[in-house]
């Protein structure tokens, strides 16, 4: 019986949500359903448009919500309203693949309810896999996760004063 396993792909390095992202253009090669929650994302990375092409269904913030530091309180409560709806949304529907992009940054920002976050993963439904990404997971999250692959960061553009590259880093 396939009882789906947690995919946590964390870490300071570059890396996370593009390993999601493959794994869900593996799932729908081969015939499977694809769900997408990005926590602390304005929905404009490019790979969004390709997977909703090919089946996926995305649930993402909106444009111009900018970085949490910018946030003023008020905004911060907007956004994790619309997290914990997006969320709430995603799960309502049958998937193969369940990816909550930056659900380790959103749970640890409080930017998501994490009692919902945690019965989303640990209640799935039978055969559902769940990827979780982000920097810092919760202990919890670890303890979740199946596989677990850490993203170490050795060297970036960044770290020379190269901004993100539309196609590569977004």
Not at 42 to 63: F, H, V
Not at 75 to 86: K, N, S, T
Not at 103 to 123: F, G, I, N, Y
Not at 147 to 155: A, L, P, R
Request: negative net charge.
């Amino acid at each position: 019986m396939n009882k789906g396993l947690v995919h946590l792909y964390w870490g300071e390095g570059k890396g996370k949500t593009t390993a999601a992202f493959g794994l869900a253009l593996r799932m729908l090669g081969s015939g499977g359903s694809v769900t997408v929650v990005q926590f602390l994302k304005d929905g404009q990375s490019s790979e969004l448009e390709p997977l909703r092409r090919l089946g996926a269904k995305i649930y993402s913030g909106q444009p111009g919500t900018g970085f949490f530091s910018q946030m003023s309180p008020e905004e911060r409560q907007r956004v994790r309203a619309r997290h914990d709806e997006l969320l709430r949304q995603a799960v309502s529907e049958a998937c193969d693949l369940l990816i909550l992009d930056e659900a380790c940054a959103a749970c640890r920002l409080k930017m998501v309810d994490e009692q919902l976050l945690w019965h989303s993963v640990l209640d799935r439904p039978v055969g559902q896999e769940i990827v979780l990404t982000g920097r810092d997971p919760a202990d919890w999250m670890q303890e979740a996760a199946d596989y677990s692959t850490e993203m170490c960061c050795h060297k970036h553009p960044y770290q020379q004063g190269i901004i993100a590259r539309r196609g590569v880093e977004y």
